[in-house]
Structure formats: structure tokens, C-alpha cells
């Protein structure tokens, strides 16, 4: 299948970025991004920016009939997944293709039970220090979304049209063919990271030079690793480094998701994250000190914002 037309769900960071690299390449009419009806009329009010220029996008409402989009991409926080699910229906086909940019690893099996594991393939999105406050998105760094198969070893021909077509529109990526262990090294990442650079008050810096912060990053991401291993997943010490090599590559003055979170005074991931990570403590019989210790102070700091 050639991949033509492409739907957006969410204006993050991620959302904007990919949004606004695909707005430039690809006939506007064939672009939609998915909103509802209030939030299109602040994006054309205030304007959309992207490293300083304004985005020009192809807005839908979630009531308006469609034709099945080619690709649908998820870049919804989590909490707004649900909602999502329900705003796409009609841009979901027979052929449509679904990557899902979530932060977790379960999104994809949480989408898949509305329209069909077969039409998803297993995604992350890395290696991007993308900045978003209000209506302005900054970035250094692009990085590259990775996708593919749940079932590892294969390249099925969903995935070589999904290559094909990001190949076409120069959008950076790479093909794995073992997902899950992708999945959970971003996951891995994301525990340590988003919440140290979030509970710190920080950026990227702070953790990528030797100190506490640091330290405590990587104490959280080798939780992870203990629990992969009974999850069937089996990261290792050599994943910790590809990811720690990743975040080396991040802007200084970047940050995560989380700590933005924490500047707007928003509710964060925290649960996805060390509350995932407890429950399969708590699965498994393995102690972890250090996500509790992280999630406690997320309970601390969410609780504040009543007080503003």
C-alpha cells in the first residue's frame, strides 16, 4: 500500500513536530489533524509555532465523515488516550495503518482493542528534545520515530509502507524488528528520566553530567531492568547505555515532558511511569526504593497546585 493521506491526533510537542515537518511536504488536503471544535478555534486565534514558524494545518472535528486515513498517529498524552480512541473512528479503515507515539508500553495493546491489533504497529519516538509552553514548540533535535511488529524477526509489508512513505517525506526513522525490547528501553528511559529532570526541577543537563540527580536516574532505570527480565523482556546493562548514549545527545537546556508538566502545574504521567513500575514491583516481590521514593514526591508536588 502507498501511504497518501495521514491523520493526527494530538498537538503536543510531538503531535506539532511531526505535524509541521508533514505540512510542509505533503498536499495540505491530505494532512488532517484531529481536534475538537473549541480547541480549533484557540489554535487559529493564537496560532500554532514551530521553532518560531507558524504552523499551517488542515484542522478536522472528530464529527466530521471522512475518508479512512492511509496512517493515523497517535501523539495524545495518556490520559487523554481514551477520548482519542473515540474522536478518530472515522479516519479508521480496513487499510489504515496506526502508530501510536504514547509514552508507556501500552498503548498499543489498549488501541488495539477498539480497532484490531492487526492494524497497529509498535512505535517509539526518540532521541527528540522538543520544548512545548502554551502555543510555541523549540527544538534542537528532531530525533526518530522507530517502529514495528509486535512479533519479533519479521518486516511485514505494513512496515515497508510505513518506511517507504517516511522515506518519501524525509521524516527520520528506523525499522526494529524486536518492538517490545525497544518498548521497554524507552521505557526505561522514561522512568528515570522524565521524572529525576520533573522531581530535580531541572533539564536534560542536570542528568547527563555525573551528581545525585544523575545517580538516581539510572538507580530508577535499573529497576526497570530487574523487572524486564520477569516481564519476558530482558534488558541489560548494555541497554541502559544505548539509552544513557540517547539522552547524550539531547539539548542541555531541554526537557522531558514531565518537568513541562510540572512548570504548567499540570498533572503528569507520574502513574505511567513509577506507578507502573510499583505495580510490577509489586507483581514480581522486587523492592524498588528509588520509584517510590520518585513517585511520592510527584504525590508532593501535584498536591501543591491547589495552593495557586
Not at 510537542?13 to 489533524?33: D, V
Not at 548494555?238 to 548514549?245: A, P, S, T
Request: charged share 25%; glycine share 8%.
Amino acid at each position: 500500500m502507498v501511504i497518501k493521506t495521514v491523520s493526527i491526533i494530538g498537538l503536543g510537542a510531538l503531535g506539532t513536530l511531526y505535524g509541521h515537518h508533514l505540512s510542509k511536504i505533503m498536499p495540505k488536503e491530505n494532512l488532517r489533524i484531529i481536534a475538537d471544535s473549541n480547541r480549533i478555534a484557540r489554535y487559529k486565534k493564537t496560532g500554532i509555532f514551530c521553532n518560531g514558524e507558524r504552523c499551517n494545518f488542515n484542522f478536522i472535528t472528530p464529527e466530521e465523515n471522512c475518508e479512512p486515513a492511509d496512517l493515523l498517529l497517535f501523539t495524545v498524552k495518556f490520559d487523554g488516550l481514551q477520548e482519542a480512541i473515540e474522536s478518530v473512528k472515522y479516519h479508521v479503515g480496513h487499510n489504515t495503518i496506526i502508530l501510536s507515539a504514547l509514552n508507556g508500553i501500552s498503548s498499543e495493546e489498549i488501541i488495539g482493542q477498539t480497532y484490531g491489533m492487526e492494524k497497529i504497529l509498535y512505535c517509539v519516538a526518540q532521541g527528540m528534545d522538543a520544548v512545548k509552553i502554551e502555543n510555541k514548540l523549540t527544538y534542537a533535535n528532531k530525533g526518530l520515530l522507530c517502529f514495528g511488529e509486535k512479533e519479533a524477526g519479521i518486516v511485514s509489508e505494513k512496515v515497508k509502507s510505513v518506511a517507504d512513505f517516511f522515506t518519501r517525506v524525509e521524516l527520520p526513522h528506523e525499522i526494529d524488528t524486536n518492538m517490545l525490547h525497544r518498548l521497554w528501553g524507552k521505557f526505561m528511559l522514561n522512568v528515570g528520566v522524565n521524572q529525576t529532570v520533573a522531581v530535580y526541577k531541572s533539564n536534560y543537563g542536570e542528568v547527563q553530567r555525573d551528581g545525585e540527580a544523575r545517580n538516581t536516574m539510572i538507580a530508577a532505570m535499573r529497576e526497570v531492568i530487574a523487572l524486564s527480565e520477569k516481564e519476558g523482556v530482558s534488558l541489560t546493562e548494555k541497554d541502559l547505555h544505548y539509552w544513557l548514549n540517547v539522552l547524550g545527545t539531547l539539548s542541555p537546556d531541554g526537557k522531558p515532558s514531565m518537568a513541562q508538566d510540572v512548570d504548567a502545574k499540570r498533572p503528569s504521567e507520574v502513574e505511567l511511569f513509577s506507578g507502573t513500575v510499583l505495580r510490577l514491583g509489586k507483581k514480581h516481590g522486587i523492592p524498588t526504593p528509588i520509584n517510590k521514593m520518585l513517585y511520592d514526591q510527584f504525590q508532593l508536588i501535584e498536591s501543591s497546585y491547589a495552593h495557586f
